[in-house]
């Protein structure tokens, strides 16, 4: 894997690994963290991941999402894909694509409101709201996006379909990886539930809630559940309170 920051638009800034090193080599199922990069972001300002990832003849590479273009969801603006390494040259173009990139990336702030992580589904990431770029939300919306806009640095753990058993099976198994990405927020909002109706009882996912709870108190993380996001439909497109 080779990576690059580009900000501004055009300026490319090499993301080195263990120390200097230009790419990494990573195994499957395992993590890794960049070296520190020294660029100064202003608030409210737009800037790019590139990565390349490389495999063997035979072998597959991992793939987050299909991205079409303009598409925006999960705190990212995913635009294209080309051959070749284009980290550190080229321009890339706006298409639909597998595309690969960082889980999280971690910076020194200058708000000293804190970091907030969210746990949620598609309501929490904004899936298919409408251009969130411009409205300002962060690039996701959602109804965190809405309620917190650029005020907080957030950690976003939503995901579409997401649940308290998906969630709970997660931070056990990649435990070692959830420590560096929780030591870098301060609270954490938990909205999952809706999607555990269907397979758990209360009991199951009372149980869940607390140990996701305690994952997160462990790490000296101040904690806030919302009620469960209910499921409702409209005969109007929800234009009325009244015909939902």
């Given amino acids: 894997i080779t990576a690059s920051l580009e900000y501004p638009a055009g300026t490319l800034t090499k993301i080195t690994f263990k120390n200097g090193d230009n790419s990494v080599f990573l195994k499957r199922g395992f993590g890794i963290t960049s070296d520190f990069v020294k660029v100064f972001i202003p608030e409210n300002t737009q800037y790019w991941i590139r990565t390349c990832v490389t495999v063997n003849a035979g072998q597959k590479w991992c793939r987050i999402i299909v991205a079409s273009t303009g598409y925006y969801a999960y ?56 251009n969130p770029v411009l409205l300002r939300y962060n690039f996701a919306g959602g109804i965190f996006g809405r309620a917190f806009g650029y005020a907080y640095n957030t950690l976003s753990l939503n995901n579409p379909g997401c649940s308290l058993a998906v969630v709970q099976k997660s931070l056990s198994i990649n435990y070692k990886y959830y420590d560096e990405l929780l030591s870098a927020v301060q609270f954490f909002i938990c909205n999952l539930g809706v999607n555990d109706f269907t397979t758990n009882s209360a009991s199951v996912m009372q149980a869940s809630y607390i140990n996701i709870w305690y994952t997160n108190y462990s790490h000296g993380i101040k904690g806030y559940q919302t009620t469960i996001t209910p499921y409702n439909s409209s005969t109007d497109s929800w234009a009325t309170l009244t015909n939902q």
């Fill in 75 to 130: 705190g990212q603006a995913f635009e294209g894909i080309l051959a070749g390494d284009n980290t550190m040259s080229g321009t890339i173009p706006q298409t639909t694509s597998y595309c690969y990139g960082p889980t999280a990336i971690l910076g020194v702030a200058s708000t000293t409101k804190g970091s907030i992580a969210l746990y949620g589904d598609s309501i929490s990431c904004g899936s298919g709201d409408n």
